[in-house]
C-alpha cells in the first residue's frame, strides 16, 4: 500500500480540492516572496544594528563608504531606527498575510471545509512568516551583523523617509509613556541581579569578578572577611612609649587596638598619625591619652551596613565581637572594598600567601584561610558547605566542623568531591591544610 503525506491526506478526507492557477495568482506569489524577502530583511536588520559591539563600530567608521555612513548616522539615532524596522516589519507581515489568504484560496477550495481550512491558512502563513521572516534572517544577522547592517543600511535609510511621520509619532508616544511608568518605583532584589548575572557572565569579559561581588555584598558577614584575633597586631595599655613605637614600626599598620590585660578587653585604637607629633617624646610618655575610643559591631553585622556605618561615622576600623562580649578580631574599611574590587596592596604590604596551587587540581592552605577567600580560590559556590558550615568561617573551622575534633597529622577528611589532608597541626589548631579537588 503507497504512503500518502499527512497533509495531502487530509485534504483528501476533508474534500479541500486543489483549483487552477491564473496570471493574477502567480503575480500574486511574486509579491508574496518579495514581500517575505522584506520581512526577513527587516526582522535581520534589527539583530544586526543592536548586537554590533564597539569594536565593529569603530572598524565601520573607520571606513567613511556610503553604507558605513548610513550605518552610523542610523545608530545615532536608535530610537528612530528601532520605530522605522518595526513599523516597516509590520507594514510588510500584513501585506503577506494578507496576499497569502488571497493565495490560498485561490490555489484550495477550502468550501467543503471552511473552518479546518481557516486553521490550514493560519498554519502555513505562521510557519513562513515564523522560518523565513524571523528565525532564519535573525540567526544569520547575530553571526554576521556588520555584513547583514551593510546590506540593509540603504534599504533602512529608504523606509526612514518613507515612515518618518509614523515613526515619529510612536517615538513621542513611546517617550511619554516611559517617563511615566520612570515615575514609579522599581525594587531590584539581589537574587533579580544574581539571576541576571549567571544569565550574561559568559558575555562579560570585564569586572565581571566586580559585578559578582557586589551581587554577594549585602549577603556577607563581618567575621566572614574579619582578621581574626590570633592575627591581630595589638598592644597591652601599659606598655611603654619606646616598646610602642617598635611595636608600630614592626606592624607597619596606620591604626592599632590597644587592650587592658586580654584582647577581650579593648579600650580603643591607636592612630598612628596622632602619635607622629610626639615621635621624639621620652619613654615615659603618656602616649594612652591619644586612643581613640573603639567601634564594636556583632559578629554577624552585614558589610553593606557596616560600611554605611563607616561612613557616617568617618572611621576605618571596627572591633567585631562575638555574642558573648568576647573579641573575635577586627575587619577594616580596606577588607570590606577587597569584596568588591579584589585584593588591595600597597608598598607598606607584605605578600601574605594563604595557598599555593601544587597541581590543577590540588592547593594547599593555612587552616585560617577564610572561606571567603577558599570560594573565590576553587571557583566554588558559596553555599558549598552550608549543611556542615554551623560557626565555622576558616578552612580549619570546617574540618573541626566535620570530624568534632582537632585531626592527627596526615588525616584524610573526604567531604562531597573534595579530600582534604592535615599537613601541619598542634594541639590547638590546624595549621596547614592539603585541598584536592576529585572531578
Not at 486543489?18 to 517575505?36: E, H, K, P, R, Y
Not at 621624639?280 to 603618656?286: A, D, G, H, T, V
Request: net charge negative; hydrophobic share 45%; charged share 25%.
Amino acid at each position: 500500500m503507497e504512503t500518502t503525506e499527512p497533509f495531502l491526506m487530509v485534504l483528501i478526507n476533508t474534500k479541500i480540492t486543489f483549483q487552477s492557477v491564473d496570471l493574477s495568482t502567480g503575480i500574486n506569489i511574486l509579491l508574496a516572496v518579495i514581500l517575505i524577502i522584506l520581512s526577513a530583511l527587516m526582522s535581520g536588520a534589527e539583530t544586526a544594528f543592536f548586537t554590533l559591539r564597539t569594536d565593529q563600530i569603530k572598524e565601520i567608521n573607520k571606513h567613511k563608504d556610503l553604507r558605513n555612513r548610513l550605518i552610523i548616522k542610523n545608530l545615532k539615532n536608535p530610537k528612530k531606527l528601532l520605530a522605522t524596522i518595526t513599523i516597516a516589519n509590520g507594514f510588510m507581515n500584513v501585506c503577506f498575510i494578507i496576499l497569502m489568504g488571497i493565495i490560498l484560496n485561490a490555489v484550495f477550495n477550502f468550501k467543503a471545509a471552511p473552518a479546518l481550512g481557516f486553521i490550514i491558512q493560519i498554519a502555513i502563513i505562521a510557519f513562513l512568516l515564523l522560518l523565513f521572516g524571523e528565525t532564519f534572517p535573525k540567526y544569520y544577522a547575530k553571526k554576521s551583523a556588520k555584513k547583514f547592517a551593510r546590506i540593509t543600511a540603504i534599504p533602512i535609510t529608504i523606509l526612514d523617509k518613507i515612515f518618518h511621520p509614523v515613526s515619529m509619532l510612536i517615538i513621542n508616544t513611546t517617550t511619554v509613556i516611559a517617563k511615566r511608568l520612570a515615575k514609579i518605583k522599581q525594587n531590584i532584589t539581589l537574587d533579580d541581579l544574581s539571576q541576571a548575572l549567571n544569565l550574561t557572565t559568559h558575555q562579560i569579559t570585564e569586572d565581571e569578578n566586580i559585578l559578582k561581588g557586589i551581587v554577594k555584598f549585602g549577603n556577607i558577614d563581618a567575621k566572614e572577611i574579619m582578621k581574626s584575633r590570633v592575627d591581630v597586631v595589638a598592644v597591652d595599655i601599659d606598655t611603654n612609649f619606646k616598646e610602642l613605637l617598635s611595636i608600630i614600626i614592626d606592624s607597619g599598620h596606620s591604626r592599632i587596638p590597644v587592650y587592658e590585660d586580654t584582647f577581650d578587653n579593648v579600650k580603643g585604637v591607636l592612630y598612628i598619625k596622632d602619635l607622629l607629633p610626639h615621635i621624639s617624646e621620652p619613654e615615659n610618655f603618656k602616649w594612652q591619652s591619644l586612643i581613640r575610643p573603639p567601634y564594636f559591631v556583632p559578629e554577624n553585622k552585614k558589610i553593606n551596613d557596616l560600611l554605611k556605618e563607616f561612613q557616617a561615622n568617618k572611621i576605618h576600623i571596627a572591633i567585631v565581637i562575638d555574642e558573648y562580649g568576647g573579641t573575635n578580631g577586627i575587619v577594616t574599611l580596606e577588607d570590606i572594598l577587597e569584596e568588591i574590587v579584589g585584593e588591595i596592596t600597597d608598598e607598606s604590604d607584605e605578600d601574605e600567601v594563604i595557598y599555593s596551587q601544587i597541581n590543577e587540581n590540588t592547593y594547599l592552605f593555612e587552616g585560617k584561610t577564610l572561606l571567603n577567600d577558599f570560594f573565590k580560590i576553587v571557583d566554588f559556590d558559596d553555599d558549598f558547605f552550608d549543611d556542615v558550615k554551623g560557626d565555622a568561617d576558616t578552612i580549619a573551622g570546617i574540618i573541626l566542623e566535620i570530624t568534632g575534633e582537632i585531626p592527627q597529622k596526615n588525616k584524610v577528611i573526604n567531604y562531597k568531591n573534595l579530600t582534604f589532608t592535615i599537613e601541619s597541626v598542634d594541639k590547638r589548631r590546624i595549621k596547614q591544610v592539603k585541598v584536592t579537588i576529585n572531578q
